[in-house]
Structure formats: structure tokens, C-alpha cells
């Protein structure tokens, strides 16, 4: 996203209102090779099962995060440990800056600075009511949809597997009651290891601050070790 494109057969790109549709044309037909030229011959490989994004219990990452309507490309950070997790976009020298933690089993927002909006006293820490925990994110993780596999383009290509997941609120049976969108979510994971975040396009009711409802962010680095999570002063205790 922030440095490179989406390259498939049938290339698609959306990202923060940036919209790009191509296609590569094929090249001569050729018949499907035999899934086993004989016996004792080379096979043809399985497709592989892709598997769906999950979040690890410890990692620490680097990237931005990207708000194109308002011209807005700050650092981003997000670290977890022991299941607790934290996002920071910006910081006092950027005109956005965030925080968003999973933190002991609660989730938190608190926004420091936003284009436009005026937060000065800072705006209070905001705990989302309920129980809310690393686990019951990978779960609503389970339910996403495969778009299919991707090329990320940058400095380093980066092979993906491209998820949808969503919220919905309403009635769970369409037609009958009136349903509203809470959330979407495009998720681009490792290949290999759907536990490796590469790149995230969100849009829903958490971005209520910016015109085009729609954020994102790129990840350069993405690794296993142990990162640093910290409950702002200002933010109430966590769920007991």
C-alpha cells in the first residue's frame, strides 16, 4: 500500500480512496500438465490451504499508517506481549496521533492528536464496554473471507494471502430487519505464516474522525520477539 501495489492476474488496489483495476493479458494457451507424467514420475503439487490471519502473543512491528484523504502518512508501531497488544500511529511531532491497546482482557482508544479536530484537554481514554481479549479477536478472525493470493511491490515483494472480515449489526437475517455495517477489514498475511501482518485497509465506525471513514497501514518489519505494551496513565483500569 504505502510503498508498493497489488500485483495478481486481475490486479485490485483500494487504499484510502486510490482505486486501480488492470489486467495482464494471458499468454498462449497450453494444455494442464498431467497431475503425474507416470509412475514413478514428478507429481504436480497440491494446492496449498491457505490459512486464515491469526495474532500472536508476542511480536513487534514497524510501518505507517496512512490516511489519504487528509495527506496523512505518520510512523506506526505495534507490539505485543503475552497476549496484550498496542498500536501507536504518530506522535507529538505528527498532526495524528493514537493509541489502541488490547490490554488484560479490555480494549482502549485514546487519540492525542487528529487534523482538524479540536482535543485540547486531551481527549479522555476510551474503554470499550465488555470483555475483550486476544483470544475473541483470532476467533472473529476464523469467520474471514480468502480474496486470494497477492504480490505486495516495494522495496521488497512481499507474497500474501488477501482476507475480508466485517461486523455486522442488526438482525442476522438479511431482508428481515434493517442491518448496518460496523466494521471491514482487509487483511494481507505471510503465506507462510499467517501470523506475519503485512498490510491492513480498515474502514467502519472506528474512524469516525476521518471524511472518508477509511485508514490503513503497511508494515516494513514484523517479528516474533516480545514487544513493549503500556496502559496510558489516563486510561481507567482494566477489566477485572
Not at 508498493?4 to 494444455?31: E, Q
Not at 511531532?93 to 482508544?109: A, K, Q, R, S
Not at 480498515?202 to 505494551?229: A, C, I, S
Amino acid at each position: 500500500m504505502a510503498s508498493g501495489r497489488t500485483r495478481r492476474t486481475l490486479v485490485a488496489v483500494v487504499a484510502g480512496g486510490l482505486f486501480a483495476l488492470g489486467v495482464v493479458a494471458p499468454g498462449p494457451a497450453a494444455a494442464p500438465p498431467p497431475r503425474a507424467a507416470q509412475a514413478d514420475g514428478p507429481t504436480v503439487p497440491e494446492p496449498r490451504e491457505p490459512r486464515p490471519p491469526l495474532l500472536p502473543a508476542d511480536f513487534q512491528g514497524t510501518g505507517r499508517y496512512i490516511v489519504r484523504d487528509l495527506g496523512i502518512d505518520v510512523p506506526f508501531s505495534w507490539q505485543g506481549r503475552d497476549g496484550n497488544s498496542q498500536m501507536t500511529a504518530g506522535g507529538p511531532e505528527h498532526p495524528i496521533w493514537f493509541t489502541n491497546l488490547i490490554y488484560e482482557n479490555t480494549l482502549y482508544t485514546l487519540t492525542y492528536r487528529w487534523p482538524n479536530i479540536p482535543l485540547f484537554p486531551p481527549r479522555a481514554c476510551s474503554k470499550v464496554p465488555g470483555f475483550f481479549n486476544r483470544q475473541i479477536f483470532n476467533d472473529k478472525l476464523k469467520t474471514a473471507r480468502y480474496v486470494g493470493p497477492e504480490i505486495l511491490q516495494g522495496e521488497k515483494d512481499r507474497h500474501v494471502d488477501h482476507w475480508r472480515v466485517g461486523v455486522v449489526g442488526g438482525s442476522t437475517v438479511p431482508g428481515e430487519f434493517f442491518r448496518f455495517p460496523i466494521a471491514l477489514g482487509d487483511i494481507y498475511v505471510d503465506q507462510h505464516d499467517p501470523s506475519r501482518w503485512w498490510q491492513v485497509l480498515q474502514f467502519g465506525l472506528q474512524n469516525l474522525f476521518d471524511p472518508e471513514l477509511d485508514e490503513w497501514f503497511t508494515m516494513d518489519t514484523f517479528d516474533h520477539r516480545p514487544g513493549e505494551v503500556t496502559l496510558p496513565d489516563r486510561c481507567p483500569p482494566p477489566t477485572s
